[in-house]
């Protein structure tokens, strides 16, 4: 909600006490009072005056939530807009790559290197089955995220490992809600590995499904300090230096995960991988 809002809801609020205190003097002193009116007159008088603000601020309610709810909207519209944009990136980037690959494999060929013509084809299975995994999720949102971020680690430099062993079909959460989950805890993840050499440069994204829970882990190379650990997930807090931009992202995962009855959990121990673990019960 931002400020013009809040300052309306303080006006609403404001509005109806006063009127409280209006018809609570009116009562104590309708007796004791001279008035010019006869007391029946003054009341009908005091009673339209009464129902006319009580109308226009239940007017003025509903108008201040259509305008929240227009808002939200809006906020889902451009989520899905730039997840949008990210897709279409994806799509010329890999059609332009799909040409460069199939140079690159004649070239070889016909140059008599079978041998790393083979590789070079080995190495682009591998991607392949990668995105045969997003492929797996049942879930259009989150699959075109995963896409999105696959996309944007090549650039970075950074190597980007899913495993899918469930569809999520079944799962009961908005798919904005769960895309946004995930998004937020693999850019924390590659913003993580970023300053890291580029043999360390690693994020995990596992999805997996028991008879019971659906569970979510997203892990990176690093490690995070145990007076650091406690505070991840408190709403500002970021070890940057800038703060404008940071400690929202996994506020923000904390947030979505209870609203949906979930549990978020992360680990960091030396020379192991930090952790992020997400369950939803079924």
């Known amino acids: 909600m931002n400020n013009t809002n809040i300052k309306n809801v303080i006006a609403l609020l404001t509005g109806a006490v006063v009127l409280l205190i209006i ?16 007391s029946e007159m003054l009341f009908t008088s005091m009673s339209a005056l009464m129902f006319v603000t009580v109308l226009i601020l239940f007017l003025f309610s509903i108008k201040l939530f259509t305008m929240i709810r227009q808002e939200k909207t809006i906020e889902f519209q451009k989520f899905y807009i730039g997840h949008l944009y990210e897709m279409i990136g994806v799509v010329k980037s890999q059609r332009h790559d799909f040409i460069n690959h199939m140079q690159i494999v004649y070239t070889l060929l016909q140059l008599g290197e079978q041998g790393r013509a083979y590789e070079y084809v080995a190495e682009l299975c591998r991607e392949v089955q990668i995105t045969g995994e997003m492929l797996k999720i049942r879930i259009p949102e989150l699959t075109a995220i995963l896409l999105a971020k696959k996309n944007l680690a090549d650039a970075l430099g950074i190597k980007l490992n899913i495993e899918a062993e469930s569809d999520l079909a079944k799962i009961q959460i908005k798919p904005i809600e769960l895309s946004s989950i995930i998004s937020n805890l693999v850019d924390n993840a590659m913003e ?17 499904e028991t008879a019971h829970n659906f569970a979510f882990e997203v892990s990176n190379s690093g490690y995070i300090p145990p007076d650091v650990l406690n505070k991840v997930f408190v709403e500002g807090f970021s070890t940057k230096p800038d703060k404008k931009d940071h400690g929202i992202g996994l506020a923000s995962v904390r947030y ?11 680990s960091s121990n030396l020379n192991e991988m930090v952790k992020f673990n997400v369950i939803f019960p079924k």
């Open 192 to 208: 993580a590995v970023s300053s890291l050499t580029d043999n360390c440069k690693t994020v995990q994204i596992g999805i997996f």
């Open 256 to 266: 979505l995960v209870k609203k949906n009855r979930g549990t978020v959990e992360v």
């Open 23 to 38: 018809g609570f003097c009116f009562q104590n002193n309708q007796k004791s009072t001279e008035v010019i009116f006869s």
